[in-house]
């Protein structure tokens, strides 16, 4: 059990502002966002991210709209070196991005950060120390002088390195790391020495970064730091106000939005809140409470599926079902009384008319999401018992997101027919969604063909396949099988997520595998495929699935297109 918190724990002392401002202030335009995933967010992972996954992050963050990416901390790893120097020398940084890179304040890890940014058209040196007293005595063994004395002489040796390379627009950015544990005079005196170093004006600012480096108070302590040193910094028309909060007590997202009502004007965080420990600031959920206000947040998250799938493919970390904005339930009623108000609001809501269904707090078409009425699963739930029954009759556990879409299947069912449906039932209806569409797409055959002696660790696959009755024979080459059918096929499919499992047990055992895909610029589809071997399965789920859109005219026509001209 807990012991006393007293004797162990100390209160942290609240700030003494008694004439603050920022309750009375409201949010009425966007920070200038700042994505960290490719730096805090990807040295908090268990396995750090391939320069691969590294370039697809990087590239899915462009496409949001962030200005500023901090990319790597190129001194930590040659891996994270490489990258920065990839990105520049590929020519790979849009003119409207800016990347920044982390350095500690120590000459040589300085240096290798400064070479790193050669050749670059614009660049963030992002420099940190941290200052609070702990800090100071137990890992340093410092005092404040020697703290001090760090940040000063970490900035006059950028200083000296960015002003003899004029080719690039630098901009400096100093964190006194561990500002929400520090004493706020001295964060203020340190802060004050860097820029009197560096000597920021109005048209050529320095960013000043206060980062709640450990979540140590409630939100609004920490919006009175923020306050106090808006009020107090020197050079303030010179500086950028910067706030890096995490996570620690659970209030990060609020911390933030009270930051900025106190005077910050840009915000350092992560997708969905990855980061150190519990996660920086989560700047999805941060940039759609703004937009739920009435705020455009200048990020764009209209389609908040495939920018879940690209984060949990590059981290490996799963997003919470409940995840505000971007879980798989959040916009999924169990309850009876909230679904027939959801229902009822839905169908008064006027096109043009302001949002107003209840339980919903913001349209789940802004975000390229629907309402899903979701039976719930479990062998409690009367006609959600039916995907209860799938998995314990039959063998198929579908994935989450697979879940809401049959359930629409399902619905009809159970509302068609007035009665209770049974496991029986259920199972002929999954075949015939998923198993036992037999056009316009059929699989026949394959043959599978690894290739390591160029180096690229690629297969390539030449599948026998029958097509609207005619057969046909594609070839491809990817990064595995379901790339490489994705490349060979005559219409363009992008395969988002992918589950297998094996139906029974022993040598004898089926595999099952489901893949989640979108067909040209479609909505997103399941596929579902049984084989005995588990690449053929995985090749006919990609099938089902395009089989399911047989009936979009689009695709029809993309598909006819590909195929007259590849004959």
């Known amino acids: 059990m807990l012991t006393s918190p007293a004797a162990k724990y100390h209160a942290f002392t609240p700030l003494a502002l008694p004439d603050r401002r920022w309750p009375d202030r409201q949010l009425t335009a966007p920070p200038i966002w700042m994505s960290t995933d490719l730096r805090d967010g ?14 697809l992050m990087f590239e899915t963050l462009v496409r949001i709209g962030f200005k500023e990416i901090e990319v790597a901390f190129p001194s930590a790893s040659q891996t994270d070196y490489d990258f920065v120097r990839m990105l ?28 790193a940014l050669e050749g670059a058209r614009r660049a963030i040196v992002h420099l940190y120390n941290p200052i609070a007293p702990a800090w100071r005595r137990l890992v340093f063994d410092t005092d ?44 203020r005196e340190v802060c004050d020495a860097v820029s009197g170093i560096w000597q920021p004006t109005p048209q050529r600012k320095m960013i000043v970064n206060l980062p709640a480096t450990v979540e140590m108070s409630t939100p609004n302590t920490y919006a009175d730091q923020i306050e106090w040193m808006h009020r107090h910094l020197a050079r303030r028309d010179s500086l950028i106000l910067s706030v890096h909060p995490h996570n620690d007590r659970g209030c990060a997202v609020a911390a933030t939005e009270l930051a900025l009502m106190a005077g910050a004007e840009r915000v350092e965080g992560c997708l969905f809140g990855s980061g150190e420990r519990t996660g920086n600031v989560d700047l999805v959920t941060l940039a759609l409470n703004l937009y739920s206000q009435g705020v455009h947040p200048g990020l764009d998250f209209s389609d908040i599926d495939a920018i879940r799938s690209v984060a949990e493919h590059c981290t490996q970390l799963p997003v919470h079902p409940r995840h505000p904005y971007a879980g798989d339930l959040v916009f999924t009623a169990f309850s009876g009384s909230h679904q027939d108000a959801i229902k009822k609001g839905m169908a008064r809501q006027q096109p043009d008319g302001c949002w107003e269904v209840p339980y919903l707090p913001i349209d789940p078409a802004d975000l390229g999401r629907s309402y899903d009425a979701v039976i719930r699963v479990n062998s409690q739930s009367g006609k959600g018992g039916v995907a209860y029954l799938l998995e314990h009759e039959h063998g198929f556990a579908l994935p989450r997101r697979m879940q809401i879409e049959f359930a ?34 059929q699989y026949l055959g394959h043959r599978l063909h690894e290739t390591h002696a160029d180096g690229t660790g690629q297969v390539q696959i030449e599948v026998e396949l029958r097509h609207q ?16 059918l994705a490349a060979a096929l005559p219409v363009p499919i992008t395969v988002l997520d992918y589950h297998e499992h094996a139906l029974g047990q022993g040598v004898a055992a089926q595999a099952a595998c489901y893949v989640e895909l979108r ?49």
């Open 408 to 441: 629409r299947a399902i619905q009809q069912l159970t509302d068609g027919s007035g009665g209770e449906v049974t496991g029986q039932a259920l199972f002929d209806l999954f075949r015939r969604e998923y198993l036992d569409r037999a056009g316009p797409w």
């Open 88 to 115: 520049i020398e590929e020519a790979l940084i849009p003119a409207d991005v800016t990347i920044e890179v982390l350095t500690a304040a120590r000459p040589e890890l300085i240096e290798r950060t400064i070479a």
């Open 469 to 484: 009755g005619r057969p046909l024979t594609v070839c491809g080459a990817g990064h595995g099988p379901l790339a490489a």
């Open 519 to 567: 067909v040209a610029d479609g909505p997103t589809c399941f596929g579902a495929g049984v084989d005995e071997h588990i690449v053929a399965a995985a090749l006919k789920a990609v099938l089902s699935g395009l089989n399911r859109t047989a009936g979009d005219t689009a695709v029809q026509g993309q598909e006819q297109e590909a195929l007259c001209s590849s004959s």
């Open 42 to 55: 990807n040295q908090a992972l268990i396995e750090p991210m391939s320069v691969q996954k590294k370039r």
């Open 144 to 187: 404040r002088a020697g703290v001090k004395r760090l940040a000063v002489e970490g900035t006059r040796l950028i200083k000296a390195l960015t002003d003899a390379r004029p080719g690039t627009e630098w901009v400096f950015q100093y964190s006194p790391e561990t500002f929400s544990a520090a004493e706020i005079e001295f964060a």
